[in-house]
Nanobody
Framework: QVQLVESGGGLVQPGESLRLSCAAS????????MGWYRQAPGKQRELVATITNSDSRTNYADSVKGRFTISGDKAKNTVYLQMNSLKPEDTAVYYC??????????????WGQGTQVTVSS
């Protein structure tokens, strides 16, 4: 059973920083990519950033480019999201995403439980 354990959310003021972490474990044979998505109240879940495992290629939503940085630790199956210059519109539940496969399966998605990020003065 794949597990994604997220941490690092919280309440901060505009302009401050937070760092999210997500550790994956349990029956993973191969990871294709890890990433972060977010969902604000009344809105659809949207991509924030992703990173591929083989060559660390990154992809960011336009709204976070230049402020957020995604990175990974392959040895720990962990992905991080450094969020700087946070804005109130960054307020959302942030979800970790893993694209992986087991030894005898095709690639599939797994999701974390979500961590709340609130940016407010």
């Amino acid at each position: 059973q794949v597990q994604l354990v997220e941490s690092g959310g919280g309440l901060v003021q505009p302009g401050e920083s937070l760092r999210l972490s997500c550790a994956a474990s349990g029956g993973i044979f191969c990871i294709y990519a890890m990433g972060w998505y977010r969902q604000a109240p009344g809105k659809q879940r949207e991509l924030v950033a992703t990173i591929t495992n083989s060559d660390s290629r990154t992809n960011y939503a336009d709204s976070v480019k230049g402020r957020f940085t995604i990175s990974g630790d392959k040895a720990k199956n962990t992905v991080y999201l450094q969020m700087n210059s946070l804005k109130p519109e960054d307020t959302a539940v942030y979800y970790c995403n893993l694209v992986y496969r087991r030894l005898t399966s095709t690639f599939r998605d797994a999701w974390g439980q979500g961590t709340q990020v609130t940016v407010s003065s």
